[in-house]
């Protein structure tokens, strides 16, 4: 049956190539990306790290909705490589979603490989990033999608756009620091700084001078596209004594939500449009970590900053400084969240495939108590106590060309056991299973997953990313999942469309989205150390009906392992 199956794979493939119409107003969009090494300097110390094209953050790419890209990766870094373009759902493009060992293996030092995929039906802000190990840190970027030619934005359009990324700096190698996590099996060292558009900002030693700067004409309306590229850190944004209006989160259209304060979870975009509206000065944008930990530690708990600057202003004033908010202010992130809505929403009013998934991060054992997690074990992160282990060759050759052995397709739709999931957990709950399963999803299905939040070991909120697919946040609650009650309370009206989200820290959240996307997709924690210590899992969408629907085969530059 494995060989009909691709035989009618490749028919159908065949047919896709030489019988697929060319939209008019669609571009082919095609840039070089050369993965290399650059000598940096950030507060006060100089490190080597990962570049795409010498540029950190790397190259914004800014392309039409309906744009076919190829990007072609040179990897001359002396290390593997996978890029990921989150977000993007990859529709009949499933090789080129980039994570390591789930869609493709890496890209092997002075290696290439080609990614080419379709941006459809999808506006605003997207982003990219490396998809192995902790290169993410430096290798990443904006990816703009604007309106279709000849389309506008479902907003009045701006007098200019500004992309901001945010992330971290690590007085260190980052390959490094995670080598040292993994060996001790614990979590990597916090970073030396946060940073906007790379830099850390007038509070940080040695960057006052190098402070990002965007300039604005008093009166006028900006479109600010925030992306978060922090490997750990959630963050509050503020800007001094200016409000914004939120228009899109996740490259979808919200309906406007006016606010002082921004939370962007790490792997998040927000478009937010701002007015000018002060007079003339400087005022910092500002963000600090977001940590919903109990012991307030394990983050950097410092400011960074940009600076609004009006035209008119002098460079010799002081600028303006927001108040942000506490940085374990647990409330705000939740009523942020409730209070974004869908535009244009869809959302499934029937659920063919319920699953209930815990989440958080276990402990495994060491020899001898060996390990500096706790209790002298080696942390690890687990959903329905499976905590994901990585195969030899990624998930989705497998699963094309029939490969057994490399996963089972029995992930749990529920816990093995029922406990007082937000409580004083037993020790004896912990230790999760280590396995390579995927859950398997019908094609054209409709899905709808309660994430409970658990307190083994700590509890805090976890940013969930779904590759392949956006999802509508249905609903969310503090304290242990009632499925008699709580559904009741469900937004199936306009509920925010997200690709990645918060679970609450103590709680739970509900999603549902439509698997018509066939092929392999991750999901995982957003918080990188989390990701690379099992925090994953895999969803395997079958073939639908029609050639249209159905995994083409690889490329002929598909890296083997």
């Known amino acids: 049956m494995a060989g009909v199956s691709l035989v009618l794979k490749l028919l159908c493939f065949l047919c896709l190539v030489f019988v697929a119409p060319w939209t008019a107003s669609a571009a082919l969009v095609q840039q070089k990306f050369i993965i290399g090494t650059q000598t940096v300097t950030r507060v006060c110390n100089t490190q080597t790290i990962v570049t795409v094209n010498g540029q ?82 430096t290798v990443h970027g904006a990816l703009i999608v604007l309106p279709r030619i000849g389309n506008e934005y479902p907003f009045p359009k701006p007098e200019a756009e500004f992309p901001l990324i945010i992330g971290e ?77 939120v228009v899109a989160v996740d490259s979808v259209y919200t309906k406007p939500y006016t606010t002082d304060v921004l939370v962007v979870y790490p792997g998040n975009t927000i478009d937010v449009l701002i007015t000018a509206d002060q007079k003339s000065g400087l005022y910092y944008i500002a963000i600090r970590a977001y940590s919903s930990e109990p012991s307030g530690t394990g983050f950097l708990n410092t400011t960074t900053t940009a600076i609004l600057q009006y035209t008119d202003s002098s460079n010799s004033l002081v600028p303006v400084l927001p108040s942000l908010p506490a940085f374990n202010d647990t409330a705000l992130p939740f009523n942020f969240k409730a209070s974004l809505r869908t535009l244009k929403p869809l959302v499934p009013q029937t659920v063919d495939e319920e699953m209930f998934i815990t989440e958080g991060v276990g402990v495994v054992s060491c020899p001898n108590n060996s390990c500096a997690g706790f209790n002298g074990g080696r942390v690890v992160g687990s959903f329905n106590n499976i905590s994901f282990v990585r195969p030899d060759i990624a998930l989705l050759q497998a699963y094309f060309y029939g490969i057994n052995g490399v996963f089972t397709r029995d992930f749990p739709g529920n816990p093995p056991l029922a406990f007082d999931y937000t409580g004083n957990v037993s020790k004896s709950l912990w230790q999760p299973q280590l396995a390579t399963k995927v859950k398997v999803l019908q094609f054209n299905s409709t899905v709808q997953i309660v994430f409970q939040n658990t307190a083994i070991v700590n509890i805090e909120e976890h940013p969930i990313h779904l590759h392949g697919h956006n999802f509508y946040l249905v609903g969310q609650g503090f304290g242990n999942y009632n499925p008699q009650t709580d559904p009741a309370t469900f937004n199936l009206v306009d509920p925010v469309m997200l690709n990645t989200f918060g679970v609450p820290t103590g709680g739970w959240a509900a999603i549902r989205f439509t698997a018509n996307n066939p092929g392999v997709w991750l999901m995982h924690c957003h918080f990188e150390s989390h990701s690379e210590f099992g925090f994953d899992m895999v969803f395997l969408t079958l073939d639908g009906p029609g050639c249209s629907v159905k995994v083409p085969p690889p490329p002929a530059d598909l890296p083997k392992c």
């Open 56 to 137: 950190y953050p790397g190259p914004t790419i800014t392309v039409h909705e309906g744009d076919n890209l190829i990007i072609e990766v040179d990897n001359n870094c002396p290390y593997n490589i996978t890029l990921h373009w989150h977000g993007v759902k990859q529709f009949q493009s499933g090789w080129a979603d980039g994570p390591a060992y789930v869609t493709q293996c890496p890209i092997i030092p002075g290696n290439k490989y080609t990614y080419n995929f379709t941006i459809t039906g999808q506006e605003g802000t997207l982003w990219w990033h490396a998809h192995i190990t902790y290169l993410r840190a």
């Open 169 to 245: 700096w690590w007085n260190a190698n980052v390959e490094d620091v995670l080598a040292d996590a993994v060996r001790r099996g614990a979590v990597p060292n916090d970073s030396n700084a946060y940073t906007i558009n790379s830099q850390p900002g007038d509070f940080y030693p040695c960057s006052a001078n190098d402070t990002s700067k965007i300039l604005v004409e008093a009166g006028k309306s900006y479109l600010l596209r925030i992306v978060n590229c922090a490997m750990v850190i959630s963050y509050f944004f503020k800007i001094a004594q200016h409000t914004m209006t």
